[in-house]
């Protein structure tokens, strides 16, 4: 099992693409745990993005990120989840990811590229507890049927 951390960014609530943002993680066959709509203040962002302080753009996104509403999501699946995530998620950069992913199809702004996931199983759960508490998730895996068990 793994999961992922989904941040549809402001762009992509103001754009109103949250709806086929979703529809394609859920027609992939993944499993919401977790979803909320929600403002991030500073403090939150620098702990998300920690990863990227001291870097020229880093200002920049805890602006971008803090700037309106975001949705929050915790998609899970199989062993190899994030990986197949990030491939749908696409480049970093808009303008250089391939048409079907989500930011080479809706972006071009490398500034406003619309979505985070998280990059590796272990950022999907720091990054989960960031923003989940554990009673905010579903989270019961049937070993029988190899699903998840929605209560
Ligand atoms: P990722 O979102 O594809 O994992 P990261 O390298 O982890 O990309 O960068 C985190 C976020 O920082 C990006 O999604 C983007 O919003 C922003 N970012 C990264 N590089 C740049 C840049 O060169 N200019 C402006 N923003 C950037
Ligand atoms: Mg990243």
Known sequence: MERALIILKPDAVQRG????ILTRLEQRG???QGLKLMRVDEGLARRHYAEHEGKAFFAGLVNYITSAPVVV???AGKSGTIEMVRTMVGATNPAKAAPGTIRGDFGV??????????DSPESGERETAIFFQPTELITSWDRA?????YE
């Not at 049927?145 to 068990?149: C, E, F, G």
């Open 30 to 32: 993944l499993k919401l």
């Open 73 to 75: 999501a915790v998609v």
């Open 109 to 118: 702004e490398i500034g406003r590229n619309l979505i985070h996931a998280s």
């Open 145 to 149: 049927t190899d699903s998840w068990i």
């Open 17 to 20: 693409l949250v709806g086929p």
